[in-house]
Structure formats: structure tokens, C-alpha cells
């Protein structure tokens, strides 16, 4: 028990972030703790890994492990255990399909890890912020996602886990008082059109749709929109 306060490892609290990531952090020197945390310790040659899995456990793609598995992070309370965890899939390089391709991926989120760790303390969250989207794609090339699963992965992160349970009312009003972009709206209409003519394709149907979405704008009160779907024959 006691090589928990030292040698490589990952922390994390059982409370995950606001944006329902993990807080999981690696560490290498000796730490002692004031509260309960869950840890994932490893030899000194699994540091690359550690690293990388540190990165995995605060990617996109485990944020919507959290959304789809972690059932009580949307009906009941904000909690991750390490039970949660170990049914996150994940694997180590000499168990994947391209283990010389995966070992490489590790190497290279672990030197970001590095260099994340040198940057000064007020710098590092920008820094973050500029590497972060090289990251996940690191983790999706390494976990060979094909396109349509990053496709609904990126959608549960950006529209479903933010239409969760809220921390408190205070947040149900904030949402109900946003408005959707123009962007968002052109998105969700060729969304939907797509879909529409996807099941008429393959029900040998006949016809086409048009869909149009109409929202209030920032001169009137209240947020709303409506989503009108034309059917031609």
C-alpha cells in the first residue's frame, strides 16, 4: 500500500470535472492526500503508458464512456469509482493490432506530458489548450476509431453531455435562456435531411425532403425553435 505515495501513478478524485472528464492526473514524486482518491500505479517502464492512459482517462472518448456506462453521473450524483474505470476498454501496445504504430503514439503523448510538466504553472493551461486537439487525435489514431464513431463521439461531447443533468436550477435557466447560433441550425437541418433520406432510401421509398429551422433571435424574449419538415412526392 505504501508505494502508493510514490513511484509512477495516476490520481483522480471520484468527482469528475464540470465538464464531465475525469480529474485524473499523473504523478512521479511522493504526495500524500487529504481526502480518498482512486490510484492506477505501475512499474517504472510502464511511465510512458501511465502518461498516455493519464491523457486517455481525460479524453473525449471517455467522456462518452462517462455518458453511455457511468449511469449515475446523469440520474444520481456526480461519482467515478475505479470500478467505473476498469470497464473503460483499453489496452496496451503489445496487445494492439499495430503494436510499433502504438508504442509510438504513447512516446509521443508521454513527451507532450513532459513538456506540459516544465511549462510554468500560469502558462500550462494555454498550453493545454493548444495541444489538446492534437491529443485526441492521438487517442482516436491510437484506438483506430473510424470515422463515424468519432462522428458520435464528438456529437455526445458537444451536444448530448452538455443537455444533462445540470450541477443546479441555477444552470436549468442558464440553458433554457441560450440560443442557438446559425451555424448550429444549418447543421442540425442538413442533419436531420440526411437522415430522412437515408431511411427513404432504405425502405425503398419515394420523394425528398426539405427541412427548415426557425428561431427566435436576440430582439425577443425566450429561447426558441422550431424544425419544419417539407415533403415532396
Known sequence: LIDFFFFFRILFPDGPSPDRSIRAAFLATPASFMSSVGVISGPPEDEDLLRFAAFYLRSDLVRYFMVTQVYQLLSDRDRVSLKDIEQFPFYPPERHANPAKARQIVGEVAEISRWLERCDDFARPDAWDKLRAKVEKLIKDY?????????????????????????????????????VSDAVTKHYAKALQTELNAWRDAGDGEGSFDVNVYYTDVRQIGALAVAQVNLHK
Open 143 to 179: 484506438f483506430d476509431l473510424p470515422r463515424d464513431a468519432q462522428a458520435i463521439v464528438k456529437e455526445t461531447v458537444d451536444v448530448i453531455l452538455p443537455a444533462t443533468r445540470p450541477y443546479g436550477m441555477s444552470r436549468v435557466y442558464e440553458l433554457a435562456m441560450e440560443r
